[in-house]
């Protein structure tokens, strides 16, 4: 690679937080959040999208809400702490043309790309047995940002405001709570902001509508590592403010399409999927980040190939989960079917990831180049 990847400088970065991350504000909780999540990433297993897979993904994210919310219940990353980046104005050029084929050029503004960041990466790992997506992205000042916001896709029966109560009283039990109404309302616009305004409003019959909202109650908003470090000790242990609350619907606002984005990428990524070659970059390559060197990790470069798309019944094929993948060195997570007599899915079932191999001949660290076969 002519350059390190994302994931490799953030890693660096966070060896020394106070010059690599944006609005760190130092402190014992920062220092030990900053630690846990360098060791997080390091050891992920990291994918880098090729221009072609972002396409895929994007025109996937686009499928009609019944198709979306298929997905969102397909929804599971093959791997328990993975790293997955991307080149993003080629994302956004890509949103852009998405929404030119739905309402015209005439109907969308002009594409602009100068405040929004060239590389972009999310941390997704299992947090207290649920899955949190974080983004982090290098700012105009060569420094990584972390939103304090993050969010949660539920794929095994969304949310109840029972659930979250007795969560919130576990934890703040003399507070005053919103009302169930409240909640479902709260629920439903996070959740378009999540998904992506534009898209909401792209589908607007009484169905979809329903569908829409069905999806919202499987996404919810949740606090990021940088929690840690945008605030002092002791603010950190200071219950939320009304400020707080306006600079986390900032930081959500932020990741708006994103979550959709991600259902469509995890279930491109999870169906049946087929190794073509395999490289080890040159080992001779030194960079440097923050005048210190990126640290160099022996891994494995995977290229997979995708099926040539026939428009959105591709996405439609693959949302409804059919397919599983199949990996060497980390068996990766997948949907296990149990059919009857007349070959009927009766079950199914998700098998966690595995390492497979001989721990004493090393352990290789995968990153995975994603790419469509050529059209």
């Not at 929004?116 to 992205?137: A, D, E, F, W």
């Not at 840690?228 to 708006?256: C, G, M, N, V, Y």
């Amino acid at each position: 690679m002519e350059k390190p990847i994302v994931a490799s400088e953030l890693i660096s970065a966070l060896s020394n937080p106070s010059r690599g991350i944006a609005s760190y504000v130092n402190g014992k909780y920062a220092v030990g959040m900053a630690k846990h999540t360098q060791i997080q990433i390091l050891q992920s297993q990291k994918f880098v999208l090729s221009d072609n897979m972002i396409n895929h993904a994007v025109a996937g994210s686009y499928v009609k809400p019944k198709y979306l919310y298929s997905a969102l219940l397909n929804c599971i990353p093959p791997f328990s702490n993975m790293w997955i980046e991307w080149d993003e104005h080629k994302r956004v050029q890509a949103n852009h043309q998405e929404m030119i084929k739905l309402h015209g050029k005439e109907n969308c503004e002009p594409l602009q790309l100068e405040t929004i960041p060239q590389s972009l990466g999310y941390h997704i790992t299992k947090v207290n047995g649920r899955m949190l997506y974080t983004c982090y992205y290098k700012t105009q000042q060569d420094r990584f940002y972390c939103p304090e916001m993050g969010f949660d896709i539920n794929s095994d029966g969304g949310y109840s405001y029972e659930k979250s109560l007795d969560q919130w009283k576990g934890q703040n039990p003399n507070l005053k709570y919103i009302t169930e109404e409240e909640y479902q309302q709260e629920t439903i616009l996070n959740g378009i902001i999540m998904l992506g305004e534009g898209y909401c409003k792209s589908f607007d019959s009484v169905q979809d509508s329903s569908d829409i909202v069905n999806i919202c109650r499987n996404l919810i908003p949740t606090q990021t590592a940088s929690t840690h470090w945008h605030r002092s000790a002791q603010l950190f242990l200071r219950p939320i403010q009304h400020e707080d609350s306006i600079r986390h619907h900032k930081d959500l606002t932020s990741l708006s399409g994103d979550a959709r984005f991600l259902i469509s990428l995890l279930n491109i990524l999870n169906y049946d999927l087929v190794t073509t070659e395999s490289v080890i970059p040159p080992r001779k390559i030194n960079h440097i980040y923050m005048n210190k060197p990126v640290p160099k990790n022996e891994y494995k470069i995977v290229e997979i190939d995708l099926p040539k798309p026939r428009g959105k019944k591709i996405y439609n094929k693959i949302f409804t989960g059919q397919g599983s993948p199949k990996r060497l060195h980390w068996r990766r997570g997948h949907w296990r079917r149990i059919t009857d007599r007349n070959g009927n899915t009766v079950k199914r079932t998700w098998i966690e990831e595995q390492k497979v191999g001989n721990p004493e001949l090393g352990t290789i660290i995968h990153d995975y180049v994603l790419k469509s076969r050529k059209q």
